[in-house]
């Protein structure tokens, strides 16, 4: 399922973040699109010595490739939207727009 009112390259970062989610079966999945189109998709890291959200690690990934800014970045999970502190690291990156969508693709904020 996916948003009409999106334009298609907002689908695309929402339909990323729901397959690499049900592929790991986390409880989340994200991606963020950078200033130049390329995407990066993760989803949350729960290891003893290492806790992640899954937008922390899609900003992580773009940072450490060179990304200078982020275009968008979309959230799906079952919860209620982003932590503060994923909502800063998509600002750090700057990122204004951030999609938050349920499991079915359904937008659920923007």
């Known amino acids: 399922m996916s948003d009409t009112s999106l334009g298609p390259e907002d689908n695309k970062i929402i339909v ?3 397959s690499a989610r049900a592929r790991n ?3 989340e999945g994200a991606a963020v699109r950078d200033e130049t189109g390329r995407t990066y998709v993760a ?3 729960a290891l003893p010595s290492l806790t992640l959200s899954a ?3 899609a900003v992580a990934m773009a940072a450490s490739s060179g990304a200078e800014s982020l275009e968008a970045a979309a959230l799906v999970t ?3 939207g982003p932590a503060d502190a994923d909502a800063r690291a998509v600002r ?3 990122g204004r727009r951030l999609l938050v969508a349920g499991p079915d693709g359904t937008l659920r904020q923007s």
């Open 55 to 57: 937008l922390q690690v």
């Open 43 to 45: 989803t949350n890291v």
């Open 16 to 18: 990323l973040a729901r």
């Open 92 to 94: 750090d990156l700057g």
């Open 25 to 27: 079966g986390a409880a």
């Open 78 to 80: 079952e919860g209620e």
